[in-house]
């Protein structure tokens, strides 16, 4: 999927390592090009020096969290939420840029459904 697509490889940005590798395991199993970060500051690089096709986003990272990483992008490609969390105010507020939310734990099958989703919205 991923690269032959002309659009760009898949951002997973995700602070906990076991759990990062795991969804870009998963992605890379169906042929997505995945690139990887492990806190908002390497995302937010990455986003500016890589044309992205789509984001899968954990929300609750220490340094640069989600929160602020979806506040300092003006035009993000399709960004995919994965969180323990229930949605709150915080991410009602910023729901113009998300595409998708998926609870954790995720299951591979709805990741690569919704990632594929999302990239399907930027061709």
Known sequence: MGSETG????????????????????????????????????ALE????VPIAAVVLDLGMP????????DKLDDPPPIVVVTGHLYDDNVVRRRDKIFGFVRKPVPPQTLIDIVGDAMRTRT
């Open 63 to 70: 340094v640069l969290d989600g929160f602020a990483l979806l």
């Open 7 to 42: 659009v760009g490889p898949v951002l997973v940005v995700e602070d906990d390592e076991s759990l990062r590798r795991s969804f870009v395991a998963v992605l890379h199993s169906v042929g997505f090009d995945v690139r990887e970060a492990a806190d908002g500051f390497v």
């Open 46 to 49: 990455t986003l500016k020096a």
